[in-house]
């Protein structure tokens, strides 16, 4: 795999991800739970493991070019994180609360809202419902607390790979399924107690960090066309015993896999699901609203009248969201991080080093 951000087989990883927790909860919503043998309510957190693999892979090629080093490198790293991701998950949480409008568990025919305190609100706005033990807004906000704590390792991780490649190429997946074990069995010792469940996905984010240092390390030779067809195996295998400790192996087959396929050639699939990836964090927060726009709000038109009108919605909610909200943040941030981290050069900043640090 070429080490690049802008990996047309990183973005139809992504592209994946999210399209399987959309359709999870649209499905799910029509009233298809089930479908044979396979439990629909897997395939989205099919998904989540997904995002968290490509996430970690992606943000270590981040680091990577980056030519801070230390605390500048760290500090900007996390001013831009910060920027990334909080702006358009405070919008959809505090839009959420102001209308009323119920995302919280999507069931068959109906969404569930939650009762939302002070503390509950507080907590949403700051993505620390796992240190707080409080419910989820959205229910698809579950997974960016995790991610959050991730940002906070990543940084040491990044520094632990180029260091010590190949002891953390053999060590860091076992170590950390170890500490997933662990916390899983503390939190039937301790029920209440062990909240910080960012332990339990260590296994779940390491595989992209293993992938970064293979890909230094191996010539990508498999055919493209069979990319996909990896991912979707791997879906379809895990759906058939799904559970949280088997999706930890789930994500080491995909961080180690990635590094063998040559990349997409195909220019409308590449475009494809570059605008996806490009949308997904809109598409991943927005889509509960989609749904309940579309079947609930409207559930007096026909029935092509309320698919219609979702299809439009699943693509202008995120389109919106970006242009409007999620790329300001990522400039402002972006902007900050330059400000308080690259280093002046006589009167002007050191145009290469601005250049070189990317979100």
């Not at 068959?108 to 993505?127: Q, S």
């Amino acid at each position: 795999m070429t080490v690049s951000q802008d990996s047309p087989n990183l973005d139809l990883l992504r592209s994946l991800a999210v399209l399987l927790v959309l359709f999870d909860h649209t499905v799910k919503f029509l009233g298809f739970e089930h479908w044979r043998s396979f439990d629909i309510n897997w395939m989205g957190r099919t998904g989540v493991v997904f995002f968290f693999v490509h996430t970690s892979l992606v943000l270590m090629l981040s680091l990577e070019r980056s030519k801070l080093q230390g605390w500048p490198l760290m500090l900007n790293f996390y001013i831009r994180r910060t920027f990334r991701l909080f702006p358009l998950s405070c919008f959809f949480v505090l839009f959420t609360w102001l209308i009323g409008i119920p995302q919280s568990s999507v069931h068959p025919h109906v969404i569930y809202g939650l009762g939302i305190t002070p503390k509950v609100l507080l907590t949403n706005l700051t993505l620390s419902q796992n240190v707080f033990g409080t419910g989820n807004i959205l229910g698809q906000l579950w997974s960016l607390p995790i991610e959050w704590n991730m940002y906070l390792l990543l940084p040491l991780l990044f520094v632990g790979a180029r260091k010590w490649p190949r002891t953390f190429l053999w060590a860091a997946w076992p170590l950390g399924a170890l500490v997933g074990a662990f916390y899983i069995a503390g939190v039937h010792s301790f029920p209440g107690v062990w909240r910080l469940n960012l332990l339990s996905f260590t296994p779940c984010f390491v595989p992209g960090v293993i992938a970064y240092i293979l890909c230094r390390r191996v010539q990508p030779r498999v055919s493209a066309f069979l990319w996909p067809a990896n991912l979707l195996i791997l879906v379809l295998v895990f759906l058939v015993r799904p559970g949280w400790p088997f999706a930890w192996i789930i994500a080491l087959a995909v961080g180690v896999s990635a590094v063998f396929f040559k990349e997409q050639p195909n220019g409308y699939v590449n475009a494809t699901t570059h605008n996806i990836a490009k949308y997904s964090y809109g598409i991943y927060l927005g889509h509960t609203f989609c749904i309940w726009a579309a079947f609930i709000f409207l559930n007096r038109f026909p029935g092509y009248v309320e698919g219609l009108v979702f299809a439009v919605l699943i693509m202008a909610v995120p389109i919106i969201s970006f242009t409007v909200i999620e790329r300001p943040g990522i400039r402002v941030g972006k902007h900050i991080a330059d400000l308080l981290t690259v280093t002046p050069v006589g009167d002007t900043l050191d145009t290469e080093r601005v250049r070189s640090v990317t979100a």
